[in-house]
């Protein structure tokens, strides 16, 4: 994710002189908050006599519910376009809101045209914000749209080292291994299987061995010791767009449905060579007609928006590292 930490050291070293608005979009738990807040931080560290705020973007909307209560929207306006640096978390929170997108369109321009530096983060680009106003998505894309991806395996080691190290904890190198081989998809999900490992040692008063670390880790992630298959495929990408996995076997035929059936049904003929029987199975039975059509529709998409072949592609990587 060298772009997404280049950008942010940019920001912070020449707000609104770099990079403004700056996106950063991935996951939950890849790191996108501790960018955002390093941002603050480093700047902070200058001196440099900044007005800053830092708010998830669901505080703003209880806020901005509370000044409409209370009748202090002017008070509650004021203040949040008083700040010299706004870096607010998880914009996805603002979908179907439409005052506080209204008020929030407002205070992104006056600040923006102010010459004051704006740090968003949400957890997919801001095209597929679906309920967000074209005029916001548009403003979102006006500086730098940068995506935070899961930590590739070298990445994973050397943030388990790190952590334990921290910790004042030795682990041999073939359970680090191990813990990054299971755990793939984010940060937070590597700490927390250190934390479980070490709570599975002491409360059986066993030393942290291997054979240890493969009971504590058993099922430690959606992928851990899960060889790539069809049903792996399904329930990543569901996972990926926010759908039940039952929901792409279905008859159901709306947007939020057909894209991500599409995208399974791509990734399983790409990663597998599944024939087209095969994958119509997979899916309630369809035959090879519709599966060709959706292959192919996949394609086109991929072909023509650079944010879905980005998402496609750092699912893709992810599935292959597991397999």
Not at 53 to 74: G, K, L, R, S, W
Not at 79 to 93: C, E, P
Not at 168 to 187: F, G, M
Not at 207 to 227: C, D, S
Request: charged letters at 30%.
């Amino acid at each position: 994710d060298w772009l997404a930490q280049a950008a942010s050291q940019s920001v912070a070293e020449r707000p609104a002189r770099s990079y403004n608005p700056l996106f950063l979009y991935g996951a939950t738990g890849l790191g996108k908050t501790h960018l955002m807040q390093a941002i603050a931080n480093r700047i902070l560290e200058t001196g440099e006599a900044l007005r800053i705020c830092y708010i998830p973007a669901e505080q703003f909307v209880n806020e901005m519910v509370t000044a409409i209560y209370e009748h202090t929207t002017d008070a509650f306006r004021a203040r949040y376009r008083s700040y010299d640096l706004l870096l607010v978390d998880d914009v996805q929170f603002l979908r179907r809101k439409e005052h506080t997108q209204e008020e929030f369109f407002h205070t992104f321009n006056v600040l923006y045209n102010g010459g004051r530096q704006i740090v968003l983060t949400s957890d997919r680009h801001p095209k597929e914000l679906e309920g967000l106003e074209e005029r916001l998505v548009s403003r979102f894309e006006w500086g730098l749209v940068a995506a935070v991806h899961p930590p590739d395996y070298e990445t994973r080691v050397a943030i388990l080292r790190k952590k334990a190290d921290e910790d004042c904890v030795e682990l041999d190198a073939e359970v680090i291994e191990l813990i990054a081989e299971c755990c793939r998809s984010s940060v937070r999900e590597l700490e927390g299987a250190i934390i479980k490992l070490l709570a599975f040692s002491s409360l059986t008063r066993r030393e942290v061995t291997i054979e240890l670390a493969r009971q504590a880790l058993a099922g430690a992630g959606p992928n851990a010791f899960r060889p790539l298959d069809a049903p792996r495929i399904r329930d990543a990408v569901a996972e990926a767009w926010e759908v039940a996995p039952a929901s792409l076997s279905s008859p159901r035929r709306s947007r939020s449905i057909v894209v991500p059936r599409q995208v399974a049904m791509f990734l399983m003929r790409e990663l597998l060579n599944l024939p087209l029987a095969g994958i119509g199975r997979e899916f309630g039975g369809r035959d090879h007609s519709t599966v060709i059509h959706s292959v192919r529709k996949g394609e086109e998409r991929l072909r023509a928006e650079e944010a879905f072949r980005e998402k496609v592609e750092s699912l893709r990587m992810q599935l292959e590292r597991g397999g």
